[in-house]
């Protein structure tokens, strides 16, 4: 069985580093991006079965990134953990149309929940 790729995007250094850790001692490839800039192609280069997006990436925004992606063809299916410490987390994650949301601080336990139960989806 390959390893599926998780795509990060999060300004945060720690936080990224908090993913990568714990996203690949459960098995997943994990790339990383601290800005929204070129968003299509950097996804498309990476082909990753999930994307974690933060709320307040730089560039565009986690809510204009994820709408984006949704929005292109190649990309739409893959779905979105929207991720962010605003309290309105749930309701940006639906106008982003992302498939889960993670509220910051998020437990260790619930990311690796969300993560397996999307990929469930994917497979």
């Known amino acids: 069985m390959s390893k599926k790729t998780i795509l990060v995007f999060d300004d945060d250094a720690n936080i990224l580093d908090i993913f990568k850790i714990v996203l690949e ?11 929204s ?3 299509i192609e950097k996804t498309k280069s990476v082909n990753p079965a999930i994307i974690i997006m933060d709320n307040w990436i730089p560039g565009i925004g986690g809510l204009k990134a994820t709408q984006l992606l949704k929005s ?5 299916h893959i779905p979105v953990i ?3 410490a605003n309290r309105e987390v749930r309701s940006l994650s639906e106008q982003a149309n992302a498939q889960a949301f993670l509220a910051k601080p ?13 990929l469930k989806t994917v497979d």
């Open 37 to 39: 800039d070129n968003i």
């Open 82 to 84: 929207y991720c962010s």
């Open 72 to 76: 292109d063809p190649d990309c739409k």
């Open 106 to 118: 998020f437990n260790l336990e619930d990311l690796e929940n969300e993560v397996a139960k999307l």
């Open 25 to 35: 001692a459960s098995g997943y490839l994990v790339e990383l991006s601290q800005t």
